[in-house]
Nanobody, 118 residues
Framework: QVQLVESGGGLVQGGGSLRLSCAASRSIFSIDAMGWYRQAPGKQRELVAAITRGGSTNYADSVKGRFTISRDNAKNTVDLQMNSLKPEDTAVYYC????????????WGQGTQVTVSS
């Protein structure tokens, strides 16, 4: 089990930046992958960025070159640096932890709202 708490959301003008942080309740060293998802009103939740235990990263095409995911195993945090924000980035952003052990288990944070004005 792992509890996740997001922070750093808010309102920003288009072209601006925000940094989201996800704090885990236990060591993330052994967590196979951590990521950020988002869900806009009326849309399905989608992957934004993910980072594996080994440090490999994966980004949605829509955020490549603008967003950067990082993990700090010492602090048990995963951050998402978001630059050049666009109104279409507006959504609730969720932190995810995936543990693979005799199956795959997903843990979610409560979400943090990001609103980008035009």
């Amino acid at each position: 089990q792992v509890q996740l708490v997001e922070s750093g959301g808010g309102l920003v003008q288009g072209g601006g930046s925000l940094r989201l942080s996800c704090a885990a309740s236990r060591s993330i060293f052994s967590i196979d992958a951590m990521g950020w998802y988002r869900q806009a009103p009326g849309k399905q939740r989608e992957l934004v960025a993910a980072i594996t235990r080994g440090g490999s990263t994966n980004y949605a095409d829509s955020v490549k070159g603008r967003f950067t995911i990082s993990r700090d195993n010492a602090k048990n945090t995963v951050d998402l640096q978001m630059n050049s924000l666009k109104p279409e980035d507006t959504a609730v952003y969720y932190c995810n932890a995936r543990v693979v052990s005799f199956g795959s288990y997903d843990y979610w944070g409560q979400g943090t709202q990001v609103t980008v004005s035009s």
